[in-house]
């Protein structure tokens, strides 16, 4: 049974409320923009420096630096790892920490970009391959997230 139209509230008009509708919309939405944040977005991974050629019997050097985005740093809490594996390539060494960053904290820095050069010896002539597996911890204000990288990277040895 519907009321009297003398007893009927009137429906308050939408335009009484955009602020409302603005305030719940940017509340329902704010939480899950923030955690949509791609922590692979933040960081770029690079192996420039690399040595791609080198002689049967010398040594090169790998070479991977992690290069955070403005508003982001690599965790010094966390750990970090860096695995080495060659095939008629031999890495100097095979597994490597934070703390064989050649990257130092400049005073008063508060974070640094880890860089590590580890050098390599070629046994023969032919084709050889460094494979680096790379965990670590990317993190902002309001997240930090394990990342890992792998690469492969190709080195001719004359």
């Not at 719940?24 to 977005?41: E, F, I, K, N, R």
């Not at 966390?78 to 095939?87: D, F, I, N, S």
């Not at 934070?98 to 508060?110: C, D, F, I, M």
């Not at 494979?131 to 004359?158: G, M």
């Amino acid at each position: 049974m519907r009321a009297p139209p003398s007893r009927r509230r009137p429906m308050p008009s939408p335009r009484r409320f955009p602020h409302l509708a603005t305030l719940l919309l940017t509340l329902v939405s704010a939480p899950v923009l923030a955690q949509d944040v791609d922590p692979a977005t933040l960081y770029e991974v690079t192996t420039e420096g690399t040595s791609t050629q080198v002689k049967a019997g010398g040594q090169g050097t790998f070479v991977l630096a992690i290069k955070s985005k403005a508003g982001a740093h690599v965790s010094d809490e966390a750990p970090l790892k860096l695995e080495l594996k060659g095939t008629q390539l031999t890495p100097a060494q095979k597994t490597l920490t934070l703390e064989q960053s050649v990257a130092k904290k400049a005073q008063g820095q508060q974070y640094v970009d880890p860089r590590f050069e580890v050098p390599f010896t070629a046994a023969t002539a032919g084709k050889g391959t460094l494979d680096a597996t790379l965990t670590f911890f990317i993190c902002t204000e309001k997240i930090c997230a394990r990342q890992k990288k792998t690469f492969s990277l190709p080195v001719e040895v004359q």
